[in-house]
């Protein structure tokens, strides 16, 4: 299949297109050219409109420009619509909590919105509400609506993937980037909260095998798929674990501030993908830090 990848460049995007070539599919280098399109672009927080030049705009003109070969479309999308994910009150049963105030403060961890009871988070499946917290978040789902509703207008299958934090190799930006550039540089690393925050951390490139099996297997055609783990884990342990496999001292400092639009605890249930197509992650945490990070160790104390 002729695969035309947006976002090539990109920490997911270079992973797919070697996943794709590894699977014998070929990369063309113009979206007119493509039986199939991966729209994998990411955006950083930063200039709003620069985020939706990338996003949204970029999108429209990507399809603008499509040929009538193109047979599915296959869309990243993110976690954060979510936001706070729901959970299970013992009184209550299910329920969801709001997204937390930009001034929260602790106790971090929400409580049930009906009797204020403690929760157990569970993991989001994909047919809960969004929650948008951020205008990156709003930006994600334009570009995901507008892939599906073109699509549907063009006879177009298309393909959402709902990719939790990604984690690997190359990773430039989000959590897992952020702690290992501290602990390079010998600096401990500022956890946001008090570090027992919760996030879902998928190895990039299971990331990359969820695109090429959306963008081939039938059963993927149509529909909107959370490509997570499903499991909890503190960021305070992705940290000990990056420590760990740097052979540093794990010291870390809590900043005691909630970083505004972030969610406690969220999780993606990712069995609605696995049910259609099989997918699941391959690659614990575990192993894909150490190998994402070479063995390396840091330099020595000068
Ligand atoms: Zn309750």
Known sequence: MRVYVAGAEGFLGARAVEALRAAGHELCALPAAAEAVAVLADAR???????????????????????????????????????????????????????????????????????????????????????????????????????RSFGRLRGIETVSLRFPCLYGAGATDGVFASIVSELRAGRAPILTEDGLQTRDFLDVRDAARAVCVALGHPRAAGQVFNAGTGKFTRVLDLARLVAASLGVPGDFRPSGRLRPGDARHIALEPRMFQYATGWRPAIGLAAGVEEALGREKAPAAP
């Open 45 to 147: 927080a930063g200039s709003l409109e620069e985020a939706s030049r990338l996003l949204v705009a970029g999108t429209a003109r990507l399809l603008d420009g499509l040929a009538s070969g193109v047979k599915r479309i296959v869309v990243a999308a993110a976690a954060d619509a979510y936001g706070e994910g729901p959970a299970e009150c013992v009184a209550c049963g299910h329920v969801r909590p709001e997204n937390r105030h930009v001034d929260a403060g602790a106790p971090w961890d929400p409580r049930c919105p009906r009797c204020e009871g403690a929760l157990q988070p569970v993991a989001v499946r994909e047919e809960e509400r969004f929650q948008v917290a951020t205008p990156l978040a709003a930006l994600r789902i334009s570009r995901e609506e507008l892939v």
